[in-house]
T-cell receptor, first 110, second 110 residues
Framework: NAGVTQTPKFRILKIGQSMTLQCTQDMNHNYMYWYRQDPGMGLKLIYYSVGAGITDKGEVPNGYNVSRSTTEDFPLRLELAAPSQTSVYFC?????????FGDGTRLSIL | GEDVEQSLFLSVREGDSSVINCTYTDSSSTYLYWYKQEPGAGLQLLTYIFSNMDMKQDQRLTVLLNKKDKHLSLRIADTQTGDSAIYFCAESMSDYKLSFGAGTTVTVRA
């Protein structure tokens, strides 16, 4: 009964490095999302997907890319890490308007 | 500014009732949600209410919705130390995306 699984849980990057945050769900949900959470700011939507092969930008997509080749997986890619991308990243999936969240990836860029 | 607004902090004595308030701006929102986030964890759905309802009760939780004032509240009866967390209000946008408030940090004191 895994739900939404995110890896890694923690990561420190140097400025300019790239990495992929992994997200997988086992509930066969069509909708998947990436949010970032900054202190006192709530969650901001980065990208979302309504099904395999379909992605769209959210509120804060700059500096990120996504892909959705399967229903289960929705990886988030940072190509050139910047200090402004230090945040906690949450992946979620939804069915019937109920979001299920992963436990988050805490990313620091130094 | 934020589409969904919440007060940032609430301190309550153990055993008392907690009331967390939220205002939203999109009158077309069909679903409104309350999520709970414990330290180091993802968001857990507590409850949600359809926009055609005024009240929903679920054990110790009572949600009140005032559509005229675009005001949502969450009441937690008999607040316990395990209720210490950040509580997020969210509204559902038309295409399954959620818009979150900044979160209310609830501290339960003995």
């Amino acid at each position: 009964n895994a739900g939404v699984t995110q890896t890694p849980k923690f990561r420190i990057l140097k400025i300019g490095q790239s990495m992929t945050l992994q997200c997988t769900q086992d509930m066969n949900h069509n909708y998947m999302y990436w949010y970032r959470q900054d202190p006192g700011m709530g969650l901001k939507l980065i990208y979302y997907s309504v099904g395999a092969g379909i992605t769209d930008k959210g509120e804060v997509p700059n500096g990120y890319n996504v892909s959705r080749s399967t229903t289960e997986d929705f990886p988030l890619r940072l190509e050139l890490a910047a200090p402004s991308q230090t945040s906690v990243y949450f992946c979620a999936s939804s069915q019937n308007r109920v979001h299920h969240f992963g436990d988050g990836t805490r990313l620091s860029i130094l | 500014g934020e589409d969904v607004e919440q007060s940032l902090f609430l301190s309550v004595r153990e055993g008392d009732s907690s009331v967390i308030n939220c205002t939203y701006t999109d009158s077309s929102s069909t679903y409104l949600y309350w999520y709970k986030q414990e330290p180091g964890a993802g968001l857990q759905l507590l409850t949600y209410i359809f926009s055609n309802m005024d009240m929903k009760q679920d054990q110790r939780l009572t949600v009140l919705l005032n559509k005229k004032d675009k005001h949502l509240s969450l009441r937690i009866a008999d607040t316990q130390t395990g209720d210490s967390a950040i509580y997020f209000c969210a509204e559902s946008m038309s295409d399954y995306k959620l818009s979150f408030g900044a979160g209310t940090t609830v501290t339960v004191r003995a």
